[in-house]
């Protein structure tokens, strides 16, 4: 089974979970002995894995305006020395020209097209060309998207190149099953399912209504729908999100499967072990979206302060709310309090983990959230919202409604206040954990490219 997988993220290029699940469904399909061509839409450099195979388009070519033809050849990344190319045998990596930067604002648009003119170095494309391709989407306006989606730059104008450039690609590439991850990447997965007559396989992670309340980015809502509806079968990270797709999108309940996320859990080498310190830790990670709920964790905070001041709350993360939210933790007289980090990534993610003593995901709408699994796994207790797809395989969390801010407090105080608390939910979590894995994950997905290849 080969499979051309278009997505977004893939580690180090991250801004959000979805790197975190590409990584661990493409692990998991390479253990299953499913060949995975990953589509992204720019230069990463070292891919995460020391080596997995970077190329670009081998064979892609592409028209420009004149009608002239330019071809790209193959560049590889990783230790040649160590024996292999990929870190997995069935994965190989393409990417595209396309600034796909979910989470860019006006304020950092510039810096991201700076890094792009960086990092898109292909041979066959002359820095002339890239900077029409920047010039291009300057002209456009750079316009950001609503305030709860986040979406900085000219997002549709390369949600659409990307899908040019992806059917050019898979002129030259041989696969059973396209699978496209989230809405971004629908567009591409169509117009390559409609040029190759491939099923394709939606995997939705998260969709407007999450992003944006009842306040939706239309064209978004309606690139979403179009895939829901072109696609041949729908993957939910969640029966939350499966119902959302049911009923917001009308969407046949029979074409959607879930498949939850999973984790990956240590090897035993490292033991995770929390920093000792008199003060309390208790940490949000995320971005400081709506669709995270940061509000709430700092309601909650200034309640638990009222009872229990050895504390501090740790914010990591950036979006548009992050002003918003260093003004509200001031308003609220709880400044000393709190302490925000800015966006995480790699040892830092993992060092904040260690410090902390409870992580508290608050999500307004959460499809998956892969991030208390991480927490868990470093042995951290979680308080999580019962607004998530996660809250429906965890038993050993805390849940709570993440308009509660009362019981989000009383929660967070009974972990600081009572150690027995805290160790049965670092211990039946590690347990649990051990019920969710990617290879299992991936079966799940194997099953399903099965059935649609073969209809």
Avoid at 319 to 336: C, P, Q, S, V, Y
Wanted: glycine share 8%; net charge neutral; proline share 5%.
């Amino acid at each position: 089974m080969k499979v051309f997988m278009l997505g977004w993220e893939f580690p180090p290029y991250m801004s959000g979970g979805l790197g975190t699940a590409c990584y661990g469904l493409t692990k998991g399909l390479d253990q299953v002995g499913v060949e995975v061509s990953f589509v992204l839409p720019m230069s990463v450099g070292q891919v995460t894995g020391q080596h997995v195979s970077l190329r670009t388009p081998a064979t892609l070519v592409e028209k420009d305006r004149l009608g002239q033809r330019k071809t790209t050849t193959t560049t590889r990344y990783g230790s040649p020395s160590a024996g292999k190319v990929t870190e997995f045998e069935h994965l190989t990596m393409h990417v595209l020209p396309a600034i796909m930067q979910p989470y860019a604002t006006p304020a950092n648009f510039e810096e991201v097209l700076r890094k792009f003119q960086q990092q898109y170095q292909m041979p066959g494309v002359t820095p002339t060309e890239v900077s029409q391709v920047v010039e291009e989407i300057k002209a456009r306006g750079g316009v950001a998207g609503p305030s709860g989606g986040g979406y900085g730059g000219d997002m549709l104008g390369q949600v659409r190149r990307y899908a040019l450039l992806a059917v050019e690609l898979a002129k030259h590439e041989d696969f059973d099953v396209v699978h496209a991850h989230d809405w971004m990447t629908y567009p591409a997965g169509l117009a390559v399912a409609a040029y190759t007559g491939k099923p394709l396989v939606i995997h939705v992670h998260s969709t407007e209504f999450d992003r944006s309340g009842e306040h939706v980015w239309q064209q978004v809502y309606d690139i979403e729908r179009a895939g829901m509806h072109g696609a041949k079968r729908i993957i939910c990270v969640s029966h939350w999100t499966k119902n959302i797709v049911v009923a917001r999108y009308n969407v046949d309940p029979d074409k959607v499967e879930v498949v939850y996320n999973a984790v990956e859990l240590p090897d035993g080498k490292d033991a995770f072990t929390p920093i000792s310190r008199d003060e309390k830790i208790v940490l949000f990670l995320g971005r400081i979206t709506m669709q995270k709920g940061p509000e709430y964790f700092l309601l909650a905070a200034r309640k638990v302060i009222e009872k229990f001041q050895k504390v501090r709350f740790i914010i990591a993360g950036s979006g548009e709310l992050i002003t918003k939210l260093i003004e509200m933790a001031a308003d609220l007289g709880i400044g000393r309090y709190v302490t925000f980090t800015g966006f995480l990534r790699g040892k830092d993610v993992d060092r904040v983990f260690r410090m902390a003593d409870l992580y508290v995901m608050p999500s307004v709408s959460e499809p998956f959230g892969i991030a208390p699994l991480e927490a868990m796994i470093r042995n951290v207790p979680v308080i999580i919202s019962k607004q998530s797809g996660v809250s429906e395989v965890l038993t050993h969390a805390l849940k709570v409604d993440f308009w509660d801010v009362e019981e989000m407090a009383n929660q967070i105080l009974a972990v600081l206040r009572h150690p027995p608390l805290q160790r049965v939910l670092r211990q039946q979590g590690a347990l649990e954990l051990r019920k969710l894995s990617w290879r299992d994950s991936a079966d799940r997905c194997r099953e399903i490219y099965e059935d649609v290849a073969a209809r």
